[in-house]
Structure formats: C-alpha cells, structure tokens
C-alpha cells in the first residue's frame, strides 16, 4: 500500500498491509514484499535480499543502502515474531508457555531503552508474563532495526530464572492472582510499530 493508504488503517487491517517509506508505486511494492517472502522462505540472507532487489526494481527505489537494510531486517524480523507469537496463541500450547524473556542485543548498536526492557521485567529481570500489556507492546521488534529478540518461557523455566512469581506457581501448582504484570515504561514504540491490545496476536 502507498503510505497515506498505510496510515488511514486501523491496528488491526495495518498488522496485513505492506508499505515502504518513500516507495509509491505498487508495482515495486508488491516486487519488495515477494522478495522478502521468497528470501524467508530460503533462509532469510540480507545480501541475496539487496542483490535482488537492486536488480529487480526501477533505479533510485531507496535512499540507501541503509533504507534497504532497514527495509530487510524490520520486516523480517516482523514475521517471524509475530508468527511466533501466532503459534503461542494457540490454547493447546499457550497455557505451556506463560512467560517469555526479553533479550537485546549487547553491543555499541543497542539504544538505550531497547537495553532497559531487559531489567524492567518481572522483579528487575528479563521476564515478563506473556500476556503482560509491557510485553505486548514491546515484544520485539518494536522499533525501526529492532535487533533484539524473545524467547517464550514455561513456568520451571522463568522459576529457574529467579522469578518469584513462578517459583511459587511452580511450588503450589496454582496460577498465582493477579499476575505479576510491571509497569509500563516512559518510553513507547514509535507510531508504526503501536500494537492495539484488541489487535496484538497474543
């Protein structure tokens, strides 16, 4: 979709679109999103990605090679989240995963506020309740080149983790009421990235 078209979307119609920033035509559009399809479903490569795309569209799509790099990893990293996430909803395997953990990358690209979710979690940890309004809105990706990743979690695994809550869910057997839902942070996603919690797959 052009981007005017993108952003008159409500959450939920915006989660099954595609746009670019600075791409109107639908052609090259549909040509990015199919190449991204097809790379994913060959193993994710951002070179063969760039290569394919460099050839395949008309001259001067992307600013960058920043832009088509931004492009790659955001939306892929968008998939394969969200079908992750699309698989944990599943009642047959959600109740087996009650937790999910936080992990960014450690390096001199981190932002600073992708760094604080790994200690705004349950009791200072990485470790959130899956269906924790935090979680929801930040489970990654949550922002543009969002290199950080999550990983669900049984509730022996987030008690091995020095998780309170779990320990002793894991010790009486019983759900613990209310859940250890944290607070939400200062800071948000940008607007592209807002997930409604009506429309959020968990």
């Given at each position: 979709?052009?981007?005017?078209?993108?952003?008159?979307?409500?959450?939920?119609?915006?989660?099954?679109?595609?746009?670019?920033?600075?791409?109107?035509?639908?052609?090259?559009?549909?040509?990015?999103?199919?190449a991204?399809?097809?790379?994913?479903?060959?193993?994710?490569?951002?070179?063969?990605?760039?290569?394919?795309?460099?050839?395949?569209?008309?001259?001067?799509?992307?600013?960058?090679?920043a832009?088509?790099?931004?492009?790659?990893?955001?939306?892929?990293?968008?998939?394969?989240?969200?079908?992750?996430?699309?698989?944990?909803?599943?009642?047959?395997?959600?109740?087996?995963?009650?937790?999910?953990?936080?992990?960014?990358?450690?390096?001199?690209?981190v932002?600073?506020?992708?760094?604080?979710?790994e200690?705004?979690?349950?009791?200072?940890?990485?470790?959130?309740?899956?269906?924790?309004?935090?979680?929801?809105?930040?489970?990654?990706?949550?922002?543009?080149?969002?290199?950080?990743?999550?990983?669900?979690?049984?509730?022996?695994?987030?008690?091995?983790?020095?998780?309170?809550?779990?320990?002793?869910?894991?010790?009486?057997?019983?759900?613990?009421?209310?859940?250890?839902?944290?607070?939400?942070?200062?800071?948000?996603?940008?607007?592209?990235?807002?997930?409604?919690?009506?429309?959020?797959?968990?």
């Amino acid at each position: 979709m052009t981007r005017p078209a993108y952003d008159a979307l409500e959450a939920a119609a915006r989660a099954k679109a595609f746009t670019i920033a600075a791409v109107e035509s639908r052609e090259t559009l549909a040509k990015v999103r199919d190449a991204l399809a097809e790379n994913v479903r060959k193993g994710a490569d951002y070179r063969e990605f760039a290569e394919e795309i460099v050839a395949g569209v008309e001259p001067n799509t992307f600013l960058s090679d920043a832009h088509r790099e931004n492009v790659f990893r955001t939306n892929v990293s968008t998939a394969f989240s969200d079908g992750q996430a699309r698989v944990l909803s599943n009642p047959f395997v959600r109740k087996g995963f009650p937790y999910a953990s936080y992990d960014p990358i450690h390096d001199d690209r981190v932002r600073e506020n992708h760094l604080a979710l790994e200690s705004l979690g349950i009791g200072g940890s990485n470790v959130y309740r899956i269906d924790d309004p935090v979680f929801q809105t930040f489970r990654p990706p949550w922002d543009y080149m969002d290199r950080c990743s999550w990983s669900p979690m049984t509730v022996r695994q987030a008690a091995e983790s020095g998780v309170a809550e779990a320990q002793a869910w894991l010790d009486t057997g019983q759900e613990p009421s209310p859940p250890a839902f944290v607070p939400m942070p200062a800071f948000r996603p940008p607007p592209g990235f807002d997930r409604s919690l009506g429309a959020a797959p968990l």
